[in-house]
């Protein structure tokens, strides 16, 4: 693409809500020995608490096997409150994108951003949309399903594959 190439694409509720679920459930694979062994440790005291410890003991494996879940759903709402919320306050859910060899640009009602493409340390894709981070917890969800197989090909050519 020697020219800028401006494309409109158009959020839906449905499409981010998949992007947030993907977003967790990739971070909860990628954990997921982690969980593991969370979950055999605190088995194991459990277990081990549970005729013969001492109360406070129970109480806090107990406690625990009940923050597991709540760290996760802790997650999946902030991510989503960000990035559904966002699209909520949206009147016309459309962005306007502009890339170039250097760059790209997003535009919507809630602002404009131009980000290079030096800034982007890796890419989730999907059919639908294309998750583009900025950091380990922060990503642009792009709508991919309107491009041309030669947007789709530079944007790949320019984008960081890590996962």
Known sequence: MATPT??????????????????????????SWLLLVAIALTGISLA??????????????????????????LVWRAHFVRTVGKFRSMASPT???VFR?????????LGSVTLPWTRFIDVWETPEFW?????????????????SEEAL????????RKS
């Open 48 to 73: 081990s608490s549970w005729n013969s410890g001492p109360s406070w003991l129970l109480a806090v494996d107990m406690t625990a096997i009940a923050l597991v879940p709540l760290v996760f759903l």
């Open 131 to 147: 998750m583009m981070f900025l950091t380990r917890s922060q990503f642009v969800t792009l709508p991919v399903v309107n491009f």
């Open 6 to 31: 401006t494309y409109r694409v158009v959020y839906t509720e449905p499409m981010l809500r998949r992007a947030v679920r993907l977003f967790v459930w990739r971070g909860l694979r990628r954990r």
């Open 101 to 109: 060899d250097q760059d790209m640009s997003i535009s919507s009602e």
């Open 153 to 160: 090909a530079f944007l790949r050519s320019r984008l960081p």
């Open 95 to 97: 962005a306007e994108l």
